[in-house]
């Protein structure tokens, strides 16, 4: 179909992955070719049988690959405070069935060579399994139509002073992943601020509709802990924001701009460097969400989410 965009979903479910991954599935406009899950808020075996139980929950026949349990150096760091010690908060979900027996980043690499039409990548994730495939194969950033990432922030972070949670945990990765040759956009902690679910906005999502999807979405999202970064006022949906500038631009503004990874071992490391003023003179190589509507964002992610089973 012309009018579907072939999307493979790098994902670490997590509590807000649950969003990302059901308003993928949700839209008729996403030809969801394959979830790609690696380690990061929890350990790989959690986000793999978290990610294998919101597919087979919404009923898709869409394939997931097991990928990286650590990044390119070192070791993931999860963040259990946050997404609970199973990554969902506690909320118990069906088992899915199998994963695909496949790595993957092999699993990209062959989904990329055989692809018709270039394919989006959106990765809601440590970037390792992108990075894996495109570093080790760069011939085919050719069938990479554009890679949209939920990474980095352009002020402080969330999981150090300096950096955001992905970006820290794979540093390296999103490097390569932005030396890669395609048009990146890098969906940041200022942008995901303003898709704050607040007690209000979560009740409104609940009384949207009664599926079984939606409802284990709002149960999930009920046990995530308010913002101290943002007075507690609610917690930020960070991941979906990356699939809703797929399928619904008009609710961002943007801007292009140069952005470069601290990768020294020292308080700086993972920190995303955004030249939003053009001060280096570097070419832009990342184009940058800088606001988004709220309402209208939880109204599109309600609406999507009420279609599921």
């Known amino acids: ?137 760069p011939a085919l950033a050719a069938k990479v139509e554009r890679i949209v990432l939920m990474s980095g922030a352009w002020s402080e972070g969330n999981a150090t002073p300096a950096a955001e949670f992905n970006a ?24 995901t601020a303003q898709a704050l679910c607040t007690p209000a906005r979560l009740a409104t999502l609940r009384a949207g509709g009664a599926g079984r999807c939606l409802r284990a979405a709002c149960d999930i999202q009920a046990t995530v802990p308010l913002s101290r970064r943002l007075n507690g006022a609610g917690a930020p949906l960070h991941d979906p924001c990356a699939v809703a500038w797929l399928l619904r631009p008009e609710l961002f503004t943007s801007r292009e701009c140069a952005v470069e990874i601290d990768l020294g071992p020292g308080p700086g490391r993972g920190r995303t460097l955004v030249d939003r003023w053009g001060r280096t003179g570097r070419p832009a190589n990342v184009t940058l969400p800088e606001t988004l509507d709220g309402d209208k964002f939880f109204d599109f992610l309600g609406a999507a989410l009420a279609r599921l089973p």
């Open 1 to 137: 179909m012309q009018d579907t965009i072939p999307v493979i979903l790098d994902c670490d479910p997590g509590t807000d992955d649950v969003f990302a991954l059901f308003l993928a599935m949700a839209s008729p406009e996403v030809e969801l070719l394959a979830v790609t899950v690696a380690g990061g808020n929890v350990g790989l075996d959690l986000t793999l049988a978290n990610a294998l139980a919101l597919v087979a929950l919404a009923g898709s026949p869409t394939p997931v690959f097991a990928g990286a349990d650590r990044p390119l150096l070192g070791s993931f760091t999860s963040e259990v405070r946050v997404h609970g010690v199973d990554g969902l908060g506690g909320v118990a979900l069906p088992a899915g069935g199998a994963a695909a027996p496949e790595p993957a980043a092999d699993a990209i690499r062959r989904i990329l060579r055989a692809a018709a039409r270039p394919v989006t990548l959106v990765g809601v994730a440590p970037v390792t399994n992108l990075a894996l495939a495109l570093i080790t194969e």
């Open 168 to 191: 820290l945990n794979d540093p390296e990765a999103l490097a390569i992943v932005l030396a890669c040759g395609r048009p990146v956009v890098l969906v940041t902690l200022e942008l």
